[in-house]
């Protein structure tokens, strides 16, 4: 695809004086959910639905969505599928194998998707099936109307509010959120699958299907802003990646003649366990900042985090340091925030 990722494109457009509004969001949010129809009409669950999925096909104003990250994918038929998971011939709206409607078992070896876009259903381990990409598109969709996500937290913590259901629709930027778009959300983000609106549905709703009269064009300036800092996170988590994928880093922990000082362990520190540990401390990070006030018991827990504090002293020491301000620009914000 040669445009980038829906996100990025929509900050994009809206920096050169496109508007961005809910009717804007209602045009690819259809487009999608048409995709995860295909798929679900020829038994085919995406399982991991989130932006970097999302792509425009081209760089034009005009482009339509695709519907790509296809690596988790499962196609299931009967009671066998391609990939050898076991198969659960169980319906959760009509009973057992009534429609042809199949779900399958969670892996044994751990959940499948990206945490924060995963179904409550896969999180519990239970058996999944469809409705888990309604919910991940569920979720999107937050994302597009408000540029946050729903569910914040790492770990056990993202979980647990992850399987409580609760979905923040108050304050800014949900004032000016239509309740089209809410009901239709409440639907998708359904905690119950047998609940929860199927992506045929979803297509009827009145927000997509008759996006001229439901979907205001009110331009979304608040939703861009936190569009923007929700890119710049990915951004920094993708750099961190990236430098610990580099030759660099991997001679680092494999030349011996590197002098890595006396508290070295190679045992305990491995490049998969440092990236972890990295990007759990920017996620508690952004958690401090946006996390509800009352929830007072989660915010001592991310304080108490020692993993974040050694993220915060290398921030504060690379600043008294001066080096290279430009790029710890995004890390001294942090700090300060803090």
Same mark, same amino acid.
């Given at each position: 695809?040669?445009?980038?990722?829906?996100?990025?494109?929509?900050?994009?457009?809206?920096?050169?004086?496109?508007?961005? %509004?809910?009717?804007?969001?209602?045009?690819? &949010?259809?487009?999608?959910?048409?995709? $995860?129809?295909?798929? =679900?009409?020829? *038994?085919?669950?995406?399982?991991?639905?989130?932006?970097?999925?999302?792509?425009?096909?081209?760089?034009?104003?005009?482009?339509?969505?695709?519907?790509?990250?296809?690596?988790?994918?499962?196609?299931?038929?009967?009671?066998?599928?391609?990939?050898?998971?076991?198969?659960?011939?169980?319906?959760?709206?009509?009973?057992?194998?009534?429609?042809?409607?199949?779900?399958?078992?969670?892996?044994?070896?751990?959940?499948?998707?990206?945490?924060?876009?995963?179904?409550?259903?896969?999180?519990?381990?239970?058996?999944?099936?469809?409705?888990?990409?309604?919910?991940?598109?569920?979720?999107?969709?937050?994302?597009?109307?408000?540029?946050?996500?729903?569910?914040?937290?790492?770990?056990?913590?993202?979980?647990? %509010?992850?399987?409580?259901?609760?979905?923040? &629709?108050?304050?800014?930027?949900?004032? $000016?959120?239509?309740? =089209?778009?809410? *009901?239709?959300?409440?639907?998708?983000?359904?905690?119950?699958?047998?609940?929860?609106?199927?992506?045929?549905?979803?297509?009827?709703?009145?927000?997509?299907?008759?996006?001229?009269?439901?979907?205001?064009?009110?331009?979304?300036?608040?939703?861009?802003?936190?569009?923007?800092?929700?890119?710049?996170?990915?951004?920094?988590?993708?750099?961190?990646?990236?430098?610990?994928?580099?030759?660099?880093?991997?001679?680092?922990?494999?030349?011996?003649?590197?002098?890595?000082?006396?508290?070295?362990?190679?045992?305990?520190?491995?490049?998969?366990?440092?990236?972890?540990?990295?990007?759990?401390?920017?996620?508690?990070?952004?958690?401090?900042?946006?996390?509800?006030?009352?929830?007072?018991?989660?915010?001592? %827990?991310?304080?108490?985090?020692?993993?974040?504090?050694?993220?915060?002293?290398?921030?504060?020491?690379?600043?008294?340091?001066?080096?290279?301000?430009?790029?710890?620009?995004?890390?001294?914000?942090?700090?300060?925030?803090?």
């Amino acid at each position: 695809m040669e445009g980038s990722d829906l996100c990025y494109e929509i900050v994009k457009r809206a920096l050169l004086g496109f508007v961005y %509004s809910e009717a804007v969001a209602s045009h690819y &949010m259809r487009q999608v959910l048409e995709a $995860v129809r295909y798929c =679900h009409e020829n *038994d085919i669950i995406h399982r991991d639905i989130k932006p970097q999925c999302i792509l425009l096909a081209t760089v034009e104003n005009s482009a339509p969505v695709k519907l790509g990250g296809f690596g988790s994918a499962i196609k299931v038929k009967g009671d066998k599928n391609i990939v050898g998971e076991e198969c659960v011939v169980y319906d959760y709206r009509s009973g057992v194998g009534t429609n042809g409607r199949f779900y399958l078992k969670c892996d044994e070896h751990g959940r499948i998707g990206t945490s924060h876009f995963m179904a409550p259903e896969i999180v519990l381990r239970r058996p999944y099936g469809k409705p888990a990409d309604v919910w991940s598109c569920g979720v999107l969709l937050y994302v597009l109307l408000t540029g946050t996500q729903p569910f914040l937290g790492t770990k056990e913590w993202l979980y647990e %509010s992850i399987c409580s259901g609760h979905v923040n &629709m108050t304050g800014r930027p949900w004032d $000016v959120i239509s309740s =089209h778009a809410k *009901d239709l959300l409440n639907k998708m983000l359904a905690l119950n699958p047998k609940d929860r609106i199927t992506v045929d549905e979803t297509l009827d709703h009145p927000w997509i299907k008759e996006r001229e009269l439901c979907a205001p064009k009110m331009h979304l300036q608040e939703t861009v802003d936190e569009l923007t800092k929700f890119n710049a996170r990915r951004k920094l988590k993708g750099a961190v990646i990236a430098a610990v994928s580099s030759p660099k880093w991997t001679n680092f922990y494999n030349d011996p003649n590197v002098d890595r000082g006396p508290d070295y362990d190679l045992e305990e520190v491995t490049s998969a366990g440092a990236v972890s540990m990295v990007l759990d401390s920017l996620d508690d990070i952004h958690c401090l900042t946006e996390c509800p006030e009352h929830e007072r018991e989660f915010l001592m %827990s991310v304080l108490d985090d020692t993993h974040l504090h050694a993220l915060l002293d290398v921030s504060t020491l690379c600043f008294s340091l001066k080096k290279t301000p430009k790029k710890l620009n995004l890390n001294v914000g942090i700090s300060c925030s803090v």
